[in-house]
C-alpha cells in the first residue's frame, strides 16, 4: 500500500489468527477509515457520486417495483444451514423479513417499534429474468404467534414490544426443524416517544418447524422464547451505559476449523459509560512518524468517542443452541463508527470475511463513508482482520457524495445524490450475491427489496460485477436456494 497524497497511511494489518475464545479485538482505526475519504473525488459536480465505482451499488431506478401492497418490507435474511448455504425447502424458496403494517396508519420511518417478523416464498429454480419483476414473493404472513414474543420481558416496564434483526438457521438439512434466533425488543415510552428506560435488546432463540405442500409454505411452533444474551457491561455495553446502546442481529455459524462448535457474530458496541473519552492511539491506528496522524487529544477534543461499534463474538455451550457465553469482541471501531450491524461471517477459499452494514451518519467526527458494506478479512475467525479495499473496509456503498452533508432518508439533502440512501442492510450470499431493501429513490421510499447484485471477492478486495444482470442490477429480491433439502417429497 502506497497511500494517497494528504492522506495518512492505513495500518498494518496481518490477518493472523487467534483463538476465538482469545482476547484479541481487531481494530477497524481512523488510519483505516480515512482511506475511504482519500479515495473520494473532492471535485465531482454536487450530488454525483464521488467514490470509486467499483464499489458503489448502481442506481436503483426510481420506477422501482413493490414486494407486497400491505406490508413494509426491509432487512431480510435466507434459510442456512450452519455454512451459511442456503436452502430452498421441498421446491420452494423461502425468505424472512422485518415487516410492518402498510395500512396501520403509520409510515415507514415509525416502522421499528412495529417490526414483526414475516415470511415469503417462491418456487425454486426459475431465473429471475423469467419470474415477475417484483421477484414473485408470496406473503406467507407473520412467524411468531401474536405476542409470544414478549414472554422474554415477563416482569419489566414496557409499552411496546418489536421482532428485529436476526438468521434462521435449518437445523439438519433432512428434516424440517429451525431455529430462529432474533432481537427481541421492548420499549418503555412515554406518550411522546421518549424513553422512560432504556429500549432491551435479548438476542433470543425461538424454534419452529417448516411446512410445505404444493401449493404453500407455512411455519409451525415459535411459542418459546428463550433469551440467550443480553448485553453484560463488561464485554459489550448496555442499557445502563449507554440508553443508545446497539446489541442486535444474531447470525451463528460453524467454524470448518472448529467443527461441532457453534458461533455466533452480533451487533454490539463497545463496553463502558457513554461519553468517557478513552479512545486509544491503537484505536486511531496511525504508523510511527505518520505526518497526517492526529493525535490521541486532537480526536478526543472533536468528540469522536461517542462512536463505539463492536462486532460481538459469542460460543454455544449446548447442542440445542440455547445457551451462549460471550467471548471478546472480533473488531472494534472506538472513535470511528457506532454501528457495525447485521455482521455476517462469510468464509470463502480458506478466508474469513466479516461483511457487516453501517450508516454514514453514525461516522465519529472526522470520518467518513456511505451507508452500505463493509468488509473485513482475516485468517480465522478471530483475526488481526484486514479491512478489505486498499485498508479502508468498504465494500458497497450507495451512490453517494462525500463532498455534501449527509442529509436523511426522510429529509434529502437537495445537495445530496438521490440514491445516497437507495438501499440498506444488506446480506453477502453465497456466490457473491447480495441482497437488500429500498429505502429511499429520488425521494421515493421503498421498504421493499431491492435489485440484487453481485460483488467479485479477491482476497482483501472487492468489486461489483456490471456484468451481471442490467448493468449490474439483477432481479428485484433475486434470492435464490445454492441447494435444496434433502427431504423433497415428490409433487
Ligand atoms: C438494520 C437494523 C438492524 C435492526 C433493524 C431494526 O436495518 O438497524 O440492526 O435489527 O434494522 O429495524
Not at 482469545?22 to 477497524?28: L, N
Not at 447470525?251 to 479512545?279: I, K, L, S, W
Not at 490521541?296 to 462512536?307: H, K, P
Request: charged letters at 15%.
Amino acid at each position: 500500500l502506497t497511500g494517497v497524497p494528504g492522506f495518512p497511511l492505513p495500518t498494518i494489518h496481518t490477518q493472523q489468527a487467534y483463538a476465538p475464545d482469545g482476547d484479541f479485538t481487531a481494530r477497524w482505526t481512523r488510519a483505516d477509515a480515512l482511506q475511504i475519504k482519500a479515495h473520494s473525488n473532492p471535485s465531482v459536480s454536487a450530488g454525483q457520486n464521488s467514490l470509486p465505482s467499483q464499489l458503489i451499488m448502481p442506481g436503483i431506478p426510481a420506477d422501482f417495483p413493490t414486494i407486497n401492497p400491505d406490508v413494509w418490507v426491509w432487512d431480510t435474511w435466507t434459510l442456512i444451514d450452519k455454512h451459511a448455504d442456503q436452502f430452498s425447502y421441498n421446491g420452494w424458496e423461502v425468505i424472512f423479513c422485518l415487516t410492518a403494517d402498510k395500512n396501520a396508519g403509520y409510515g415507514f420511518d415509525d416502522r421499528h417499534t412495529h417490526a414483526r417478523i414475516g415470511f415469503f416464498y417462491r418456487r425454486a429454480g426459475i431465473r429471475a429474468d423469467q419470474r415477475p419483476a417484483n421477484g414473485g414473493w408470496i406473503y406467507g404472513g407473520l412467524l411468531i404467534p401474536e405476542g409470544a414474543q414478549e414472554q422474554v420481558f415477563k416482569g419489566t416496564a414496557y409499552t411496546i414490544t418489536a421482532e428485529w434483526s436476526g438468521s434462521m438457521r435449518l437445523l439438519d438439512p433432512r428434516d424440517n426443524k429451525v431455529s430462529l434466533f432474533y432481537t427481541d425488543m421492548a420499549f418503555n415510552r412515554d406518550a411522546s416517544g421518549q424513553d422512560i428506560t432504556p429500549a432491551q435488546a435479548v438476542i433470543t432463540q425461538s424454534l419452529g418447524q417448516i411446512h410445505a405442500d404444493f401449493n404453500h409454505v407455512w411455519f409451525t411452533g415459535f411459542t418459546t422464547h428463550t433469551p440467550l444474551l443480553r448485553p453484560d457491561g463488561v464485554l459489550y455495553q448496555n442499557g445502563a451505559q449507554n440508553p443508545y446502546y446497539n446489541f442486535r442481529d444474531p447470525f451463528t455459524f460453524e467454524d470448518p476449523n472448529h467443527p461441532g462448535v457453534n458461533y455466533m457474530v452480533f451487533e454490539g458496541n463497545t463496553a463502558g459509560q457513554r461519553g468517557v473519552a478513552n479512545c486509544t492511539a491503537e484505536d486511531l491506528g496511525y504508523r510511527p512518524n505518520d505526518p497526517h496522524a492526529e493525535t490521541v487529544q486532537q480526536v478526543l477534543d472533536s468528540g469522536a468517542y461517542y462512536q463505539k461499534a463492536a462486532i460481538g463474538l459469542a460460543v454455544a455451550e449446548d447442542s440445542s443452541l440455547s445457551k451462549w457465553k460471550f467471548l471478546t469482541p472480533l473488531i472494534s471501531a472506538n472513535c470511528v463508527n457506532d454501528q457495525t450491524e447485521r455482521p455476517q461471517m462469510y468464509i470463502k477459499n480458506g478466508k474469513y470475511y466479516i461483511f457487516t452494514i453501517s450508516h454514514r451518519t453514525t461516522y465519529a467526527a472526522g470520518v467518513d463513508g456511505p451507508d452500505g458494506v463493509y468488509g473485513f478479512v482475516g485468517n480465522g475467525i478471530r483475526s488481526d482482520f484486514q479491512p478489505m479495499n486498499y485498508g479502508s473496509g468498504l465494500v458497497l456503498g450507495n451512490p453517494t457524495d462525500l463532498n455534501q452533508a449527509a442529509g436523511t432518508d426522510y429529509d434529502a439533502n437537495p445537495q445530496q445524490n438521490p440514491r445516497a440512501f437507495q438501499s440498506y442492510s444488506h446480506y453477502v450470499m453465497p456466490g457473491g450475491l447480495v441482497e437488500s431493501f429500498i429505502d429511499t429513490v429520488e425521494n421515493r421510499r421503498g421498504g421493499t427489496l431491492s435489485p440484487t447484485v453481485k460483488l467479485g471477492i479477491h482476497a482483501d478486495a472487492s468489486a461489483v460485477d456490471l456484468r451481471y444482470g442490467n448493468g449490474g442490477l439483477g432481479g428485484y429480491g433475486d434470492i435464490p436456494a445454492n441447494r435444496a433439502d434433502t427431504n423433497v417429497s415428490a409433487f
